[in-house]
């Protein structure tokens, strides 16, 4: 491919700072010994890599190269080596100050050492070259010129400098700045030297010094260019071979090339940003009375909220649903909180009946919070069966909404005074809230279960509104002549000391409202506040899915817990 004329440097002596092999400084130096630069001078600290670029260069093309070991840092060092290029080649035409660089450093961590280094290197070592090749070369080659020929050498600088900013490399981005305004500058104050200055600032470039920076750095540096690539050294040297070119870009000055415009406008804005979508963003722009606000101007399409005033607010989507969904979550946190306090409060009121003694006939078992009686053990003379120890509980609260209540009833020994004999339990229910499950409740302790000695705990479920009667029989249909004494009150005394205990009456289920509430309390602050965190850390379109997909999960809580109820 020919970019440019054949010969374009025919004539031209060429100083390029920074050459090794790979560099953009050797891009731009093989250009222009292929267009026919009449000398070139080189320079770098290193010695080695200078001399293979050297020996390179002069392999392909007919320049012949000159090289010295120069850090531009040092202002003699700089000077010996343009005085020792203008005794070469008798003559300086075009400069590319090249030479430079840094090193990837987040500000906080950056010493005033390392700044100063990499200021000295972009900024004051531009400035020792062009300053000795302008002294030594450029101004005293003008001044032998006729009238008739003062129409210039030129200079151009490569180096970048940054439209905006450079995150993680404040030290080299305070330099480019520099430079910049140094070649506008240089531009005007030399133009009477018909000297042209421009700098070209790359953007970010594949070379042997990009190489040396974190793969992630440049993948982010990818991603934020508009042509979504790296550029080439080639490619920059094209750009600097043009500048350089008084017949090319003769009338150019004080220029600075942005090869990539608004990559690093576009890092800074990605510097740390959360990963949600812009365009998912509601503006809301409280406007003053002065016309368009930053949200009109913005390039994402957004939702507008307005009114009067002072004030300009902008909220993302995300965000904005975020504090909804907590403010939700906190909402339903205090409600289960609640919920469970006004539980464990019932819970706590529910009588414990620990008679831990003797159980009489006629004996009352109290409610812990109530002065009337609940469980009344009595005689029930029936004539047939008068061998039978009857106990009657009344549910404490019948207006309450408890359903099961559990009486447990533990004997230490048997019921009646009897060696071995087993006791066979039954219960009678009048007036039972639920028939069926009263009926099916007892029907299993009736049928299946059998105090004996060694197990004498026996459990009578009952339920509000309802009497439940319940006593212990003695297994043999005999009644032996000892259990008389239940067949009228009088005697009734002789089963004292034989019900040792009758205890734990506790709720099984209790104020089933409130427990729902408090269940779906907790799994809206749980369901909440999965919402505010997936709006903070997913987005918003992913949001909305997990949304429908909780809508659909709450709706299944409820379902469930309906029906559960209702069984
Ligand atoms: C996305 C990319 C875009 C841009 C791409 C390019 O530009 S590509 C082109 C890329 N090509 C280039 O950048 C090539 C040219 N660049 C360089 O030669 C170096 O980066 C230089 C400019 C710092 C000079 O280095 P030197 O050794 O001659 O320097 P010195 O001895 O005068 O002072 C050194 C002081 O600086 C500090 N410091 C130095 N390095 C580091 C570090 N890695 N870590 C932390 N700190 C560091 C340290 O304080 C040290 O003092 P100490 O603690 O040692 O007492
Ligand atoms: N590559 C990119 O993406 C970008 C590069 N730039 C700038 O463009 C220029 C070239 O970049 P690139 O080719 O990638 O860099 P490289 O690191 O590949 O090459 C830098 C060259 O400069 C020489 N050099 C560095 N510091 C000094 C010094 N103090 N005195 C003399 N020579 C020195 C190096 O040689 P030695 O080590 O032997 O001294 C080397 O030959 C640099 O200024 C760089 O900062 C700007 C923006 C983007």
Redesign the pocket.
């Known amino acids: 491919m020919v970019l440019f004329k054949n010969q374009l440097y025919s004539g031209k002596v060429v100083l390029i700072?920074?050459?090794?092999w790979?560099?953009?400084?050797a891009a731009v130096a093989l250009q222009v010994c292929q267009l026919g630069a009449a000398g070139l001078a080189i320079?770098?600290?290193?010695e080695e890599?200078l001399k293979d670029a050297a020996l390179r260069l002069e392999n392909q093309s007919k320049t012949p190269v000159f090289y010295q070991s120069?850090?531009?840092?040092d202002p003699d060092a700089v000077e010996s080596f343009v005085a020792a290029v203008v005794a070469k080649f008798g003559r300086i035409d075009v400069l590319f100050n090249?030479?430079?660089?840094?090193f990837p450093v987040m500000a906080e961590n950056l010493n005033s050492k390392g700044f100063n280094a990499v200021i000295r290197?972009?900024l004051l070592?531009t400035w020792n070259m062009t300053s000795s090749v302008a002294r030594l070369a450029f101004i005293p080659q003008f001044e032998k010129l006729t009238e008739a020929e003062k129409k210039g050498a030129n200079e151009d600088d490569?180096?970048?400098s940054v439209p905006c900013c450079f995150p993680g490399m404040v030290h080299?981005g305070s330099a480019r700045a520099g430079v910049d305004n140094m070649t506008k500058t240089l531009a005007v104050e030399w133009a009477k030297y018909q000297i042209k200055v421009n700098a070209v600032?790359?953007?970010?470039?594949v070379?042997?010094?990009?190489q040396r920076y974190p793969k992630e750095m440049l993948d982010k540096s990818r991603r934020v260019a508009p042509l979504q690539r790296l550029g080439t050294?080639e490619e920059v040297a094209n750009i600097c071979t043009f500048l350089g070119s008084d017949e090319a870009a003769g009338f150019i000055t004080g220029q600075t090339f942005y090869m990539e415009a608004r990559v690093w406008q576009e890092t800074s804005l990605n510097f740390n940003r959360p990963s949600y979508k812009t365009e998912a963003c509601v503006c809301v722009c409280v406007c003053g009375l002065n016309g368009p606000t930053e949200c009109d101007r913005s390039d994402n399409p957004r939702l507008f909220f307005r009114s009067g005033g002072k004030q300009h607010h902008k909220m993302c989507m995300p965000k904005l649903f975020a504090a909804i969904f907590f403010a939700l979550a906190g909402i339903c946190v205090a409600g289960a909180i609640i919920g469970c306090v006004v539980l464990k409060k019932e819970i706590d009121s529910i009588s414990r009946y620990d008679l831990n003694g003797t159980l009489a006939i006629g004996d009352y078992i109290l409610d812990a919070n109530s002065t009337t009686s609940n469980l009344t053990v009595t005689l029930r003379n029936n004539g047939n069966n008068n061998n039978i120890v009857n106990a009657r509980y009344d549910s404490p609260r019948n207006s309450d909404l408890r359903k099961f209540i559990y009486v447990d009833m533990c004997f230490s020994g048997r019921v009646f005074d009897r060696d071995n004999s087993s006791i066979k339990i039954f219960t009678t229910v009048t007036k039972p809230y639920n028939g069926t499950i009263i009926q099916k409740i007892t029907q299993q302790y009736v049928d299946n279960y059998v105090v004996n000695t060694t197990n004498p705990c026996v459990q009578i479920a009952t339920c509000y509104s309802a009497t439940t009667y319940f006593g212990f029989q003695e297994s043999n249909t005999t009644a032996p002549s000892s259990f008389t004494v239940a067949t009228n009150t009088t005697e009734s005394t002789s089963i004292k000391g034989n019900i040792k205990n009758v205890c734990n009456v506790g709720i099984l289920y209790t104020y089933p409202g409130i427990a729902i509430i408090a269940f779906a309390c907790v799994a809206g602050a749980i369901i909440f506040l999965s919402f505010a965190l997936a709006c903070v850390l997913i987005g918003f379109i992913r949001m909305v899915m997990l949304g429908l997909l909780a809508v659909l999960l709450i709706g299944a809580a409820i379902a469930f817990a309906v029906l559960y109820h209702k069984i």
């Open positions: 700072t920074g050459c090794a790979g560099s953009i400084g320079c770098g600290r290193r890599p120069c850090d531009i840092r090249n030479a430079g660089g840094q290197n972009n070592g490569p180096t970048q080299t600032a790359p953007g970010t470039i070379s042997t010094g990009t050294c």
